[in-house]
Nanobody, 129 residues
């Protein structure tokens, strides 16, 4: 089985930091584009960040630029999302995803959920006083 499991979510105060992890098993995702998405209640799932198979290309949603950092450790088959300066509007369930079909790191493709084949179960991030 190919599986992605997120962890690291929780409750944090505005301005705080949190680091999410996405551990893969059953398959090596080192050659896949990896992404983070989030979904708040009543809202569509939205793109957060993506990273190329080599880690050399990264892109972020405008709403998180300068605050979030995506990274990956291929040896550990793990992807991370470092979140700093968190805001209440960052509250959502965060999902890790992998794509086996994206060959060109183009924003219009890596930012679209429909291009991702594998998804984690999600981890809740709540930013509140």
């Amino acid at each position: 089985q190919e599986q992605l499991v997120e962890s690291g979510g929780g409750l944090v105060q505005p301005g705080g930091s949190l680091k999410l992890s996405c551990a893969a098993s059953g398959h090596t995702f080192s050659s896949y584009v990896m992404g983070w998405f989030r979904q708040a209640p009543g809202k569509e799932r939205e793109f957060v960040a993506a990273i190329s198979y080599s880690g050399g290309s990264l892109t972020y949603a405008d709403s998180v630029k300068g605050r979030f950092t995506i990274s990956r450790d291929s040896a550990k088959n793990t992807v991370y999302l470092q979140m700093n300066s968190l805001k209440p509007e960052d509250t959502a369930v965060y999902y890790c995803a992998a794509s086996s079909s994206i060959y060109y790191f183009d924003t219009q493709y890596v930012s679209a959920a429909l291009h991702y084949d594998y998804w984690g179960q999600g981890t809740q991030v709540t930013v509140s006083l």
